[in-house]
C-alpha cells in the first residue's frame, strides 16, 4: 500500500490561511521532501497534446505554480503535463489578501488574487536555469492590471516565452483584474488574435491556446469560439473560474467575491465544454479544467470532448495522491468501456 503523507499535512495545512498553505507546499516540493506518486503510467493513457506525446493526459492547471518554482517536480507527482503562472510582463502584487478561501463542505475554493506574480523577467530565467521539464509544459499569460495596452503584453509575453514550452495560454477569461476579461469583446479578440499572427516566429512557435470564461452565455460563447477558429487558435481550455455562486453551496466563505473553482465548477464546466466541442466539431484541441476529482470526472471531460485534463482545487482536499487514483480509475474505466487508450477517445 503506497503511504500518503498529505493525509497528516493536510489537517495542519488547513489550519492556515489558504496562500501560507500553499507558499509551505511550495517550499516543500522546491525542497524535495514531497515523495513522489508511484511512477509509470499504463500503457493505455498515453495520448498526443500538440504533438508532444503526454504518458498520461492529466496536468496541472494554471495558478498553481504561478512563478515556475516547481514545475520540473511534478512528473514524479504523476502528472503528464504542467502550465505555470499566470505571467505578467510586470511583477505585480495582486490584490489585498486575504484573497484565497476554501469551502471545504464544497469542494471548492473562491480567490481574487488578481495574479499575483514575480513578472516575466524572473520567470524566464527559471525557465533558463532548470530548462523543460519530462512533460508536456504550458506557460499561462495575463497582462498587467494597470496595462493600458493589455494586447501588447500579451505579444510581448509570447514572444518571449515561445521558445520555453510547448503551449502559450492567453488568459482572457480571469475574473479578477480590471482588464482580465477585456478580450471577451470578441472585437478586441480578434485584435490580439492579429496581433499574434503578425509576429514572425522563426521555428520556435509554440501552441497557442486561449482559456475562456464559464461566466458568458450562448451566443457569445459562440462568437468567441468562432472568433478563435477564424484566427486560427491551435487550442482551447475550457474554463477558468465562475463568478457564478449556486445557490446550494455550503461554505462559510460562498459568499466571498472571486472565482469559484472546484466540484461546483464540474457541472457548468463540462456543459460548456461539450458546447464548445459542438461549435469546434474537433478543428482543435481542447483541454478540460473545472471541478476534476476524481477518474469518472476526469473521463466525462475526456468523453465531452477533452483530449487532456487539468486541476487544481481538487489538490488543495485531495493532495497529489489525487493524481494517481485519477488515473488508477480511468484506466478502470477504459478497460470497462472496452476503450483502447485515451487517444482514442479523443478522436471519437
Ligand atoms: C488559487 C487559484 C489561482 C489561479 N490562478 C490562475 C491563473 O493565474 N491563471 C489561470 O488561467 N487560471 C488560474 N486559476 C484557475 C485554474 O487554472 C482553473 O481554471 C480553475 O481553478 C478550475 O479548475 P479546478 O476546479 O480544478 O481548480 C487559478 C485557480 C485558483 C484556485
Known sequence: MFFDPYVFAKPFLHSLDPEDAHEL???????GVVPGQPRGDDPVLATTLFGRRLSNPI????????????YERMGAQGFGFVEVGGVTPLPQR???RPRVFRLPEDGAVINRMGFPNEGAAAMESRLRRKGRPGIGFGINLASNADSADPAD???GLARRFAPYADYLTLDVSCPNTA?????????????????????EWGAARPALVAKLSPDVDDALLERLVTTLLGARIDGIIVANTTRARPADLRGARAHEAGGLSGTPLFGPSTAMLARVREITAGAVPLIAVGGVASGADAYAKLCAGASAVQLYTGLIYGGTALVTRIKRELVALLRRDGSPSIAEIAAR
Not at 507546499?25 to 525542497?31: H, K, N
Open 94 to 96: 495582486g490584490n489585498p
Open 59 to 70: 496536468g496541472l492547471a494554471a495558478g498553481f505554480d504561478k512563478n515556475a518554482r516547481v
Open 25 to 31: 507546499t511550495l517550499c516543500a516540493l522546491e525542497l
Open 179 to 199: 482588464n482580465g476579461q477585456v478580450f471577451q469583446d470578441p472585437a478586441r479578440l480578434a485584435d490580439l488574435l492579429a496581433r499574434l499572427a503578425a509576429v
Open 153 to 155: 503584453d500579451f505579444v
